[in-house]
């Protein structure tokens, strides 16, 4: 009892917190604000998990062709606009951490248990995804599951608490947001402003990592964006190199065939220059990171559908294509039905009306529109038809 005396008579006393900021009128507008950007985050989040790890029913289109793109940099964004109207909420009601009595009736001390999972997992949300778009991984765990298993957790948590707060923020939206007698400093309207000028430029100086200028990662409209991979040697942004995925030697390699397998009348073993002597498609496409950047770029090679025409594959085949690459965790990628009936799902061989170069996926790479750039498998060595 002594200690927990000592440890009450250290707390704030509640007439110690003076600013005219700790309102509640504030508080529930911007907890309209956060809430619309966790929402936003939360619906984009579970969009971007399932394009990169679709369960085996869900096929997704590949048209419109910007839709992954727009998605991602939604995502991206308004997990940014979260992080101002995090600061400046949990500014506003700190405050009620410290009411008498600390914890209560058990209903009270529940409410405040749900509080926590909400600020703890919405801090780790937004620091380690700030982190994952900067690409930088200072953890020892995988960031894809944890952080899907997080946002579970705290748009959960952040239902719970709107269901117990709504008729509270009812009210208070319904009051105009006086100050009372002036004394200096920011008016709560002054803070509102403020807050919303802080997130708007945070996300209108990150927006430009989003727009696919052709030839360009838009680096000169992004000035806040924490990481923009550079620019490969043919004007599209490159993540791995052909160095760091260990293929130079066998993408290199003189007797280099492109082999089409599995559920079809007749495999194929295909050269370079065989490939370039098929019919020859050219799309231009946007490639598009689940950090947020996306280039456009004008890609030219075999359509799939035409390679799998040949080798006698039904119409339609979803099909399992491999990497040179022998090590990571997309070496291999899956193409639905919608991606393999698409003409603009190409096996490139040429970017921007260049050959293509090693570090972009030479000697062929798949391409193809309103997928995850880390399904555009580059290096390809075999095409498996699996039905």
Same mark, same amino acid.
């Given at each position: 009892? +002594?200690?927990?005396?000592s440890? $009450?008579?250290?707390l ?21 604000? @956060? ?10 989040? =579970? ?7 679709? *369960? ?13 793109r727009?998605n !991602? ?30 914890? &209560? ?5 529940v ?23 900067a ?22 948590a ?8 709504? &008729? ?9 947001l ?6 200096? +400093?920011?008016t ?20 430009? !990592? ?5 030839g360009?990662?838009?680096r ?11 620019? &490969? ?15 130079v ?11 089409? /397998? ?22 231009? @496409? *946007? ?10 770029? /004008? ?5 799939? $559908? ?9 119409? +339609? ?12 965790s ?16 190409? =096996?490139? =061989? ?11 996926g030479?000697p ?7 997928r995850? &750039?880390?399904l ?5 060595? $075999?095409?498996?038809? /699996?039905?």
């Open positions: 009892m +002594g200690v927990l005396a440890v $009450r008579s250290r704030p006393e509640p007439r110690q917190f003076t600013s005219r900021l700790h309102d509640a009128g504030v508080a529930a507008r911007l907890g309209i604000a @956060l809430g619309t950007t966790f929402t936003l985050c939360m619906v984009t989040g =579970l969009v971007s998990h399932y394009f990169q790890h679709p *369960p085996s029913w869900l096929l997704w289109p590949s048209r419109p062709v910007n839709l992954y727009v !991602q940099g939604v995502h991206v964004l308004s997990g940014l606009a979260s992080v101002p109207l995090l600061l400046a909420k949990l500014w506003t009601v700190y405050p009620k951490l410290f009411q008498r009595p600390i914890l &209560g009736t058990v209903g009270h001390a409410e405040k248990g749900f509080v926590l999972v909400l600020v703890g997992g919405a801090t780790f949300q937004l620091v380690t995804g700030s982190f994952n778009v690409a930088t991984y200072p953890w020892g765990f995988s960031f894809v599951p944890v952080h899907f298993a997080m946002a579970i957790v705290v748009y959960g952040l239902v719970i608490h709107v269901g117990h707060q709504i &008729g509270k923020v009812r009210h208070e939206i319904k009051l105009p006086t100050d009372g007698p002036a004394s200096g +400093g920011l709560r309207r002054g803070f509102l402003a403020t807050v919303a000028g802080a997130t708007g430029v945070l996300v209108i100086g990150t927006a430009g !990592q989003t727009v696919p200028l052709p360009s990662s838009a000169w409209l992004a000035p806040f964006a924490t990481h923009l991979p550079k620019v &490969g040697p043919q004007g599209v942004p490159i993540r791995t190199g052909a160095l760091g995925a260990g293929v030697e066998a993408a290199n390699d003189a007797g280099y065939k492109l082999t089409v /397998t599995g559920a079809v009348d007749r495999e194929l073993a295909l050269s370079i220059d065989d490939l370039r002597a098929l019919p020859q498609t050219t799309a231009e @496409l *946007p490639i598009t990171c689940v950090e947020g950047w996306s280039a456009i770029g /004008t890609w030219r090679g075999v359509a799939l $559908r035409d390679l799998l025409a040949a080798a006698g594959a039904a119409p +339609g085949s979803p099909v399992r294509v491999f990497s040179l690459q022998e090590r990571g997309y070496i291999a990628s899956d193409v639905d039905r919608p991606h393999v009936e698409d003409a603009s799902t190409l =096996l490139a =061989l040429e970017l921007n009306g260049e050959p293509l170069h090693i570090d972009h030479y062929c790479r798949l391409i193809a529109p309103n995850p &750039g880390v555009q498998t580059k290096w390809l060595t $075999r095409v498996e038809v /699996t039905a």
